[in-house]
């Protein structure tokens, strides 16, 4: 079928309809032509390439545009440390006169490169305060608030790498100026920040004697801005000053402010209070610290709910610093006070709303979740502030709000704190057993992701019973396994992996919690799934680990065999290359968890079998896996297998045509080469007692024989008469001493070369097995030959030259040149002897 084409209408009315849309999309078009550099401007934009930096970055600083300026502002660490004394010199003096009139962007890269600076040391720091402090200074109190704020940061960054008289001459003089009340309201809250920062720069009587009189005067400011902020910075001042100044002169300040009619301002004081608990003495806490702390709480549900946020927040510090003080009528209250913040905005034990409450709005909402996850954060504070033996009684029922809140932080952060409830409730963390399983089922991956941070410890408690129990059971939660099931799930059919992969491998440390037939049948057959169907490689290699583990901790032999079968057959042989590299992923986990034995018995040939893989990436990460592969090989148990390593090196060497493989395969030939083998002493022992058995029934034959030589000997030595030089007898008598010392020499040769392994015990531990490009037969001679014995080498060395053992014939041939000459000298004495005798008788 052919589509059906409208046919387009061309009268005169239609045109000017179509017209009338192009020309639509004409103005559509004209800002992209607009946005267009101009000749000219590109021509302004242009820079002659010959400049060096620093010209270049002189130049664009007097004639370029603002962007052009920003860029060399912001390479400006980058010419320090080049060309420190022509950037000093040349390139920073325009920086500054730029940065009078520079826009924002400008400003706050100005403040950043001098930050950057500094940090990096490209100059002394004699240099930098002579040369970026005072425009730092300048800066200092820009319109802009962001740029002002920049600008403080470096500088208090700037106060604590400058010398002492530096800070005081540049800094602390002109901020007794800076901090009068005639002063601009931005100017006093500078000073106020900076006199924070100096209080941990000077001794304590020259903060005394200079700052602390500014410091007062900056708490009893007109504006609640200034005696805010300084009442944040008084927490910096007290460490400074010390203990005493602190309860004399800080402490006085501080309640003053705490009953300021600012809320702003009683917070500040509130939050400072809290920090420097712990530098107050019992009788300051309980006469001056507690009755604060009490007024300020009750009158926080009257006030913003910004108070109560903050108050939430720092409550179980709180609790805990005054809770030597506390009676139990105030140890009550400030229970019954936390539980009110815990369940702040939520519905009512009866089921309805607070009639009072009006209907809130979106930002109460906000502040009242705030509230309850602060209260989530301060959980554990408050377990150790009732005691954990009364957790059940007093704080049970928020644990389990808090569990089931229906806002996702609170949950989250429950989650996250969940680890720290369970170390505290120890041997009573049996009663927090369904809060664990609701949060697993939580609906929000977010939340499932803050528990399995700390899920396999807190298994562990539940399954010992605590930190101090030394028992260990197997753990016995109902809807435990679902749950965790059902968490896996909710995690894999998410499109965050990282949750997932993270689940899997907290799962390992199910063989420590539940059963083995347990983890067979709803965990193992689960991970080989996931290996086999999931698409994301981190999460594979998760599972492959986490199956691995379960493998090791299984001991009935029916279910592995399944097991290691399922992945011969799926992953191994599997018809997608994709299985076989995390076949290859597996075996490498079997060989981290498991003995070499273990892995040589039952993967060692499978994986060989993957040099003949027709898909390249196979058998390249096959090629970088041999050198472990190798590592798992003991001789001479597993000679057989080292035989046919070497042989599919040889294929691979011999066969393999992509170049890639090829190359790997070359380099992993030398790394196997400097391999050692480990060797298995108890089997060696062994042979040695075989090769042992076998040298003495041979030295047993050949002793019989050397008797049966002897009585031939001596029967011949009996029937033979004095011989005369020249007769048949003496010629016959000689050839049947040559024979007899002929069988001597060979049976001395023969004896030789049998004991193979009469040494034995000099071996080595570990032998090195070199020459992959050399035969195995070669291979499996110099093996025999490091076992040879000592005295045969001697021996050998001292006739041939070198290590080498004679071959028989050599032997027989040097055994005939002796018994020759032997001869040839007893047959020059016979002459001599008859021609003594011819001259007697003449």
């Not at 007097?62 to 400006?76: K, M, P």
């Not at 037969?777 to 040879?788: D, R």
């Amino acid at each position: 079928m052919h589509p059906i084409i409208s046919k387009m209408d061309f009268s005169q009315s239609n045109l000017f309809g179509y017209i009338e849309d192009l020309q639509e999309l004409t103005i559509i078009e004209r800002p992209v032509r607009r946005s267009l550099k101009t000749p000219e401007e590109i021509e302004r934009l242009t820079v002659d390439e010959e400049l060096s930096d620093i010209e270049r970055a002189v130049y664009l600083l007097s004639s370029g545009q603002d962007i052009q300026g920003t860029s060399v502002v912001a390479n400006l660490p980058v010419l320090v440390r080049q060309n420190p004394a022509e950037t000093l010199r040349r390139v920073l003096p325009k920086i500054r006169e730029v940065l009078h009139v520079a826009g924002v962007e400008m400003q706050l890269t100005a403040a950043v490169s001098f930050l950057t600076v500094l940090q990096e040391e490209s100059v002394s720091i004699h240099t930098y305060s002579h040369s970026f402090l005072h425009i730092i200074l300048q800066n200092l109190e820009h319109r802009d608030a962001g740029v002002s704020n920049a600008w403080l940061e470096t500088l208090l960054a700037v106060i604590e790498a400058l010398p002492k008289e530096t800070v005081r001459h540049e800094i602390l003089n002109p901020l007794v100026s800076k901090a009068q009340l005639s002063q601009t309201l931005q100017s006093r809250l500078i000073s106020c920040k900076i006199m924070g920062k100096l209080a941990n720069k000077f001794e304590s009587h020259i903060i005394k004697r200079e700052i602390l009189p500014l410091v007062k005067s900056l708490c009893r400011d007109v504006e609640y801005e200034v005696r805010a902020c300084m009442c944040q910075q008084l927490e910096h001042i007290a460490q400074g000053v010390g203990t005493e100044l602190t309860k004399t002169v800080v402490l006085p300040e501080l309640v003053e402010l705490a009953r300021d009619e600012s809320s702003s301002v009683r917070l500040a004081a509130f939050e400072t209070l809290v920090n420097l608990l712990d530098m107050f003495d019992a009788d300051d806490r309980s006469q001056t610290v507690l009755p604060l702390v009490k007024s300020f709480c009750e009158k926080s549900f009257k006030a913003d709910e910004s108070i109560l946020v903050s108050l939430s927040f720092h409550l179980g510090k709180l609790c805990n610093g005054l809770y030597g003080i506390f009676t139990p009528e105030q140890h009550l209250r400030f229970l019954e006070f936390y539980k009110k913040l815990s369940t702040l905005g939520l519905q009512q034990e009866n089921g309805h709303n607070d009639n009072q409450l009006q209907l809130q709005t979106l930002e109460q909402e906000k502040k009242y979740i705030s509230v309850r996850k602060n209260c989530a954060y301060n959980f554990p504070a408050m377990i150790v502030f009732v005691d954990p033996k009364n957790f059940h009684l007093e704080l049970y029922s928020i644990f389990f709000c808090l569990c089931h809140d229906p806002e996702v932080p609170v949950r989250y952060t429950m989650a996250i704190s969940f680890y720290e409830v369970a170390k505290l409730l120890n041997s009573g963390v049996c009663t927090i057993h369904k809060e664990l399983v609701a949060l697993l089922q939580d609906e929000s991956l977010e939340v499932l992701d803050a528990l399995v941070g700390h899920l396999p410890e807190i298994l562990e408690l539940m399954a010992n019973g605590g930190e101090n129990s030394g028992s260990e059971s197997k753990l016995s939660i109902p809807d435990l396994i679902p749950a965790l099931t059902a968490a896996e799930q909710r995690a894999a059919t998410s499109l965050k992996w990282r949750t997932h992969e993270k689940l899997l491998q907290k799962y390992a440390c199910l063989p420590h919690i539940i059963s083995s037939d347990q983890i067979y049948y709803r965990f193992l057959h689960r991970m080989l799934t996931i290996i086999l169907t999931n698409n994301v490689l981190p999460v594979q290699k998760a599972a492959a680990r986490t199956l691995c583990v379960y493998l090791r901790y299984n001991r009935k032999q029916e279910q592995r065999h399944e097991v290691i079968q399922k992945l011969i057959e799926q992953l191994g042989q599997g018809k997608s290359y994709w299985n076989r590299l995390r076949f290859l992923d597996t075996c490498e986990f079997i060989m981290e968890l498991f003995s070499k034995s273990f892995f040589c018995k039952y993967f060692f040939l499978p994986v060989l079998e993957l040099t003949h893989d027709p898909v390249a990436n196979v058998r390249m990460k096959l090629c970088c896996l041999l050198p472990k592969v190798k590592s798992t090989l003991k001789i001479p148990t597993d000679k057989h297998l080292l035989q046919q390593l070497e042989l599919c090196i040889r294929k691979l060497l011999c066969q393999e045509k992509d170049k890639d493989v090829l190359s790997i395969v070359k380099r992993t030939v030398l790394e196997l080469d400097r391999m050692e083998i480990s060797v298995d002493a108890e089997q060696l022992e062994k042979e040695k007692q075989q090769n042992e058995g076998r040298s003495t029934n041979i030295n047993d034959k050949m002793f019989d024989k050397k008797r049966r030589d002897s009585k031939t000997s001596s029967v011949l030595t009996k029937s033979i008469t004095v011989s005369v030089p020249g007769s048949s007898s003496g010629t016959s008598a000689g050839k049947e001493d040559k024979k007899s010392k002929l069988v001597r020499s060979q049976s001395f040769s023969t004896q030789a070369l049998h004991p193979k392994y009469s040494n034995i015990d000099k071996c080595p531990n570990k032998i090195s097995n070199t020459g992959y490009t050399s035969s195995i037969s070669g291979m499996g001679k110099s093996c025999m030959l490091s076992f040879s014995d000592d005295s045969l080498r001697t021996h050998s060395t001292g006739h041939s030259g070198n290590g080498t053992l004679p071959s028989s014939a050599d032997s027989r041939s040097l055994f005939n040149s002796a018994d020759q000459k032997n001869n040839g000298n007893k047959e020059s004495q016979s002459r001599r002897m008859s021609i003594k005798n011819r001259k007697s008788n003449a």
